[in-house]
Nanobody, 127 residues
Framework: QVQLVESGGGLVQAGGSLRLSCTAT??????????MGWFRQAPGKEREFVAA?????????YNADAVKGRFTISRDNAKNTVNLQMNSLKPEDTAVYYC?????????????????WGQGTQVTVSS
């Protein structure tokens, strides 16, 4: 079991930056054993993949094309946290951002391969 809580969302002007954090509380497994991902859902649109960071010693990161070069995912296993640094924000980045954990592997970009989710945090980018 893992409980995920996001923080750091808010209102920012286009071109600005925000840093989202996700804190995990685990039972029965270590935080290191989860591949972690960020997803987002804008009004009227489907939830989409944003970024992922792989479990254990892999640590590879992957970004959606829409955010590549602007967003950076990272994790601190000692603190049980995963972060998303968002720079050069655009109005189209406006969405609810969700932190998610993957227990048993699969595609890191497929939301249906993740089995634990946070409550989401709102990011609004004004023009």
């Amino acid at each position: 079991q893992v409980q995920l809580v996001e923080s750091g969302g808010g209102l920012v002007q286009a071109g600005g930056s925000l840093r989202l954090s996700c804190t995990a509380t685990t039972s029965g497994r270590t935080f290191n054993s989860y591949t972690m991902g960020w997803f987002r859902q804008a009004p009227g649109k489907e939830r989409e993949f944003v970024a992922a960071i792989i479990r254990w010693t892999d640590g590879s990161t992957y970004n959606a094309d829409a955010v590549k070069g602007r967003f950076t995912i990272s994790r601190d296993n000692a603190k049980n946290t995963v972060n998303l640094q968002m720079n050069s924000l655009k109005p189209e980045d406006t969405a609810v951002y969700y932190c998610a954990a993957q227990s048993y592997g699969g595609s890191w970009s497929d939301q249906y391969k993740y089995d634990y989710w946070g409550q989401g945090t709102q990011v609004t980018v004004s023009s």
